[in-house]
C-alpha cells in the first residue's frame, strides 16, 4: 500500500496525460518516504467509456482519484497527504479545466481490517 487508482472520461485522453499524472503521484507518495513504503507504491488509470455526467447534452468530463491505505498512519498525515495528493491533481488537469467542463474528486479508503500482501519488490529498496 498506497494504491492510487485514477478513473477518467475517455474524452480526457489525448489531452488528459494520465501516464504523466500517474508518474506525478508516484513521485510525490516516494518523496515521502516516511508515510509510503516505495516499494508498496501503485498507481494505475481505468479509461471509461460508458458514462453519463449531469443531463448527458455536453462534452462533460470528469477525473475521480481514489487513494487506499492501509491502517496506521495519523489523522493529520491522511489530510495532508490528501490535501497536497488533490492540489497535484488540479495543478495537473488546470489547463483542462480552464477550457472545457471538467471534475475533479478525490476520496481516501483506509482498509479498517488486515489486508493479504505478498510483495517482494520491498527488498530493492531496503
Known amino acids: 500500500m498506497p494504491h492510487f487508482i485514477v478513473e477518467y472520461t475517455d474524452n480526457l485522453k489525448q489531452e488528459g496525460d494520465i501516464k504523466a499524472f500517474l508518474q506525478k503521484v508516484n513521485e510525490y507518495m516516494m518523496s515521502r518516504g516516511d508515510v509510503f513504503p516505495t516499494g508498496g ?60 467542463y471538467l471534475a475533479l474528486s478525490m476520496e481516501l479508503m483506509e482498509f479498517a481490517h488486515g489486508t493479504y500482501k505478498h510483495n517482494n519488490i520491498h527488498k530493492r529498496f531496503k
Not at 455526467?53 to 468530463?61: L, S, T, V, Y
Not at 491533481?89 to 477550457?99: I, R, W
Open 41 to 100: 507504491i501503485r498507481s494505475r488509470a481505468i479509461e471509461l467509456h460508458d458514462y453519463v455526467i449531469a443531463d448527458g447534452q455536453e462534452d462533460d468530463a470528469f477525473v475521480h482519484a481514489t487513494l487506499k491505505l492501509g491502517k496506521g498512519r495519523s489523522e493529520e498525515v491522511k489530510k495532508l497527504v490528501c490535501e497536497e495528493l488533490f492540489s497535484l491533481m488540479k495543478e495537473h488537469f488546470a489547463g483542462l479545466f480552464d477550457k472545457r
